[in-house]
């Protein structure tokens, strides 16, 4: 849960400002994965639209083209991910 927030942290400082009504923040976020035994170092980007605080919220990721690849949703006692 801890990776968790600090992802969340992370995204929230990427952010730029809301696309609609003032509840969704959006961006670009970009990972570098180092290598581990015979997995070659990679980089990732991905576009997200982060809703809510460390309490309960949504976020959904998306490839550089657009279609999402995974939704996650939390709220107290209960964090599901859809991919």
Sequence with gaps: MASLLAVLAVLEACASAPR???EWLAGRLSLSVAALDAQPA???TAAFELR???TR???HLFTPLGTQIA???WAPGLATLAT
């Design 20 to 22: 609609t009504s003032g």
């Design 57 to 59: 919220g949504d976020l």
């Design 71 to 73: 939704a996650a949703s």
């Design 42 to 44: 990679r980089n990732v």
């Design 52 to 54: 809510g605080d460390g």
